[in-house]
Each structure stands twice: as C-alpha cells, then as structure tokens.
Nanobody, 121 residues
Framework: QLQLVESGGGLVQPGGSLRLSCAAS????????IAWFRQAPGKEREGVSC????????NYADSVKGRFTISRDNAKNTVYLQMNSLKPEDTAVYYC??????????????WGQGTLVTVSS
C-alpha cells in the first residue's frame, strides 16, 4: 500500500521554526515530485511548495518565499519542509502529496493524512 506520512507539526511561537517530514511507505520516492499543501480552518487548500524528483527544481508560494525551504533525501525516502520565521497565519494542517508527473493537483497520486502546525503565543 502506497502511503505518505507527515510528522513534525506542533505548537510554536511566532518567529519560531519547525521542520516537517514526509516519509514514503510502500514505495520509493525517487521518481515522484512532492508537493506540500496546507489548509487553515475555514479556508481553501493552498499549495505551499514543490520539489521535483531529483531535488534540482523547487518552487514556493509567495506567502512563504524566503521563510520555507523544501528538500529531499531520497536515500531516506523522505522530503522535508523547513519552516522558519513562522507567523500566526501559517497555522494550518500541512499535507504532502506525490505525483510521477509533477506537483499539479491533477497529477498527485498519493496523499498523506496531514500534520497540524499551530503558530501562537
């Protein structure tokens, strides 16, 4: 069974940092582009970041550019999202998803269950 499992969420103060992990189970991530999404209460899901299968190409939503960094370690079958300078508006459930073709929603084949990030003092 193909699964992605997110971890690393939690409660952090404004200005703090968290690192989210997205680990694959039942398959290898080597051939998959991985995207991070988030959904805040009462809001639509938002694309946060994407990394291609080799890790050579990344992109970010304007709202997180300069603060978040996506990376991958294919040897560990894991993708990371380093989140710095967190703001209350970053509070959301964060999901990772994988696709063989790319990060556009229509290409994503495997989704994780999400991890909650709460930024509050």
């Amino acid at each position: 069974q193909l699964q992605l499992v997110e971890s690393g969420g939690g409660l952090v103060q404004p200005g703090g940092s968290l690192r989210l992990s997205c680990a694959a189970s039942g398959f290898t991530l080597d051939y998959y582009a991985i995207a991070w999404f988030r959904q805040a209460p009462g809001k639509e899901r938002e694309g946060v970041s994407c990394i291609n299968n080799s890790g050579g190409r990344t992109n970010y939503a304007d709202s997180v550019k300069g603060r978040f960094t996506i990376s991958r370690d294919n040897a560990k079958n894991t993708v990371y999202l380093q989140m710095n300078s967190l703001k209350p508006e970053d509070t959301a459930v964060y999901y990772c998803a994988g696709g063989l073709v790319g990060c556009a929603s229509q290409y994503l084949e495997v989704w994780g269950q999400g991890t909650l990030v709460t930024v509050s003092s």
